[in-house]
């Protein structure tokens, strides 16, 4: 197969500075294979706006279809993110469906399949991204496309029982199946995706792993997410004057960079630096929290809620507690360079991740990249991030625990050198272990090369298959 490789999300870079692990993520993998990304583009469309419009290409290419405010409301907004997106992150209690939200979202899938079939030649393959997209791969067999289309989901994957809350269930197996590899974060993920199609009766599992659901096969593997570690340590190491970042070297700095997302547990994570400065008080050494966390999804109401009880809880510790020379909890709700962002990185004593539910989280492997290793800061990780499953040398918190947090500060801030190089130097193997280049080609070649869908087979052999793998 010599074909390119033809990446889709619904967010795309347009040279701004990205947040979001999947643009980052994917930004960097494509930069070093070349290829074409299409996404959506950052202005509203008008309905005469019906193709792809050709945006800031560097490495590779990249196309834009318009979406209009009818359906940024309905898709992005409303299934993609007040639908799935809470569901996946264990808050179905978020979950707001409405009328309109899952045909609009259908309807999206099945014109951005259509702008991108005429794209897609022979020997290409098609690689998917994350929850907005679920139904491209059967919208494209709808219209005949048979190249090899995989899927990588950026996020948790669902329990079982929380599928019920879709408006029609049984569709998101029928999804994944038009897919040929299925690629999610964690082994848990992969546990749970797994089950769904066990529980699911058009499901059979066959002798090599793979799933077949009705005509079609679709294997499903966990491919952890990486980062480029080498050039954002690169960029965390470079000298300059600490006043330049905003820093007093006289204090204990701990670091939060994040989304403005409920998953992140923003709220807990400065309970937890509340609680850790009462027990602080009168000690001397002061120490400060510096949270950056930009706006996102602003239109949906709990992204709304969320905002305003973190300014709540922010201005009354810093109430509590600041003096006139000092502000505790230093708070930026806007996106940093990632230059910037990695120079402070490495300046911080502690970094705090307090997802309440997380694919991945990238934070966390950038914060252990950006570190120096032999003087190296101290990563606070919540179990609940799928970076934990391998992380593990990490300091492990239930970010439920407002009291575990706050004690685990404690711990990093006054953790001996000897302790902080052991940790890191672990934490590090895994960052490199995982780095985004080996991600993306593992994931392309075991596209390339896992079980040929069975009609695909059926087409070439003219035979059928049994459930063995087998040609009869
Ligand atoms: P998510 O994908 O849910 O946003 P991740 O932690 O996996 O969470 O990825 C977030 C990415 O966005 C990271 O690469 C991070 O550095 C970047 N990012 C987050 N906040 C900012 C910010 N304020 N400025 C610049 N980059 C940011
Ligand atoms: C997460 C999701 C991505 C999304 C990103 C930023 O990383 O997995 O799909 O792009 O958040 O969210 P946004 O809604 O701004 O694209």
């Known amino acids: 197969m010599t074909g390119k490789l033809v990446v889709v999300s619904n967010r795309i870079p347009t040279g701004a500075t990205p947040s979001g692990g ?26 005469d706006q019906d193709g792809l419009t050709e945006i800031a290409s560097g490495d590779y290419t990249r196309l834009a279809f318009h979406l209009t405010p009818e ?3 309905s898709y992005y907004l409303g299934f993609a993110n007040s639908v799935l997106w809470p569901l996946c992150h264990g808050r179905v209690d978020l979950v707001d469906i409405e009328r309109g939200f899952e045909e609009t979202y259908l309807a999206v899938n099945a014109r951005v399949a259509r702008l991108l079939a005429d794209q897609i030649g022979e020997g290409d393959i098609v690689w998917v991204h994350d929850y907005h997209f679920l139904p491209l791969a059967s919208e494209l067999r709808k219209l005949g496309i048979t190249a090899r289309i995989g899927f990588f989901l950026h996020i948790p ?12 269930p049984d569709d998101f197996a029928e999804w994944l199946s038009a897919y040929d590899l299925v690629g999610l974060q964690t082994r848990r993920d992969t546990a749970s995706c797994l089950e769904m199609f066990r529980a699911d009766p058009r499901a059979e599992f ?11 096969s679709v294997s499903v593997r966990s491919f952890p997410i990486g980062i480029d570690a080498e050039s954002f340590a690169e960029a965390a190491a470079v000298e300059g004057p600490d006043a330049e970042l ?13 989304r403005l997302d409920y998953s992140k547990g923003l709220p807990n994570r400065f309970r937890a630096f509340g609680k850790f400065l009462d027990s602080r008080a009168g000690t001397g050494r002061r120490a400060s929290l510096l949270q950056i966390a930009p706006p996102t999804r602003e ?70 990249a950006a570190q120096d290793p032999e003087d190296p800061g101290v990563l606070i990780l919540s179990r609940f991030a799928g970076a934990a499953e391998d992380m593990t040398e990490a300091l492990l918190v239930n970010p439920y625990d407002i009291d575990e947090t706050s004690e685990a500060i404690e711990t990093a801030i006054t953790m001996p050198l000897e302790e902080r190089r052991r940790r ?37 052999t003219g035979r ?9």
């Open 22 to 47: 999947l643009v980052v993520a994917v930004h960097d993998a494509l930069t070093r294979s070349g290829g074409l990304w299409v996404g959506a583009h950052p202005d509203e469309g008008t309905p």
């Open 71 to 73: 359906e940024y409301d």
């Open 157 to 168: 994957f669902p329990p079982l029982g929380a599928l019920s809350t879709l408006p029609s």
């Open 206 to 216: 066959m002798t090599d792993g793979s799933v077949k659901f009705r005509d079609r």
């Open 246 to 258: 905003g820093i007093d070297m006289h204090e204990d700095l701990v670091i939060g960079v994040d």
């Open 299 to 368: 239109r949906v109401a709990a992204y709304r809620a969320i905002r305003t009880e973190l300014e709540e809880i922010a201005g009354r510790l810093n109430g509590e507690h600041a003096e006139l020379d000092w502000t505790p909890i230093r708070y930026i709700h806007r996106g940093v360079e990632r230059d910037t962002l990695a120079r402070l990185h490495r300046r911080a004593r502690a970094c705090l991740v307090t997802s309440l539910a997380d694919g991945m989280n990238l934070v966390a492997k950038e914060y252990v």
């Open 424 to 460: 890191h130097a672990h934490s590090l193997g895994v960052v490199h272990a995982t780095n985004v280049t080996d991600w993306a080609q593992s994931f392309v070649s075991c596209l390339k090369t896992c079980t040929p869908t069975l009609d695909y087979r059926r087409a070439q």
């Open 464 to 472: 059928t298959l049994q459930h063995d793998g087998e040609t009869a």
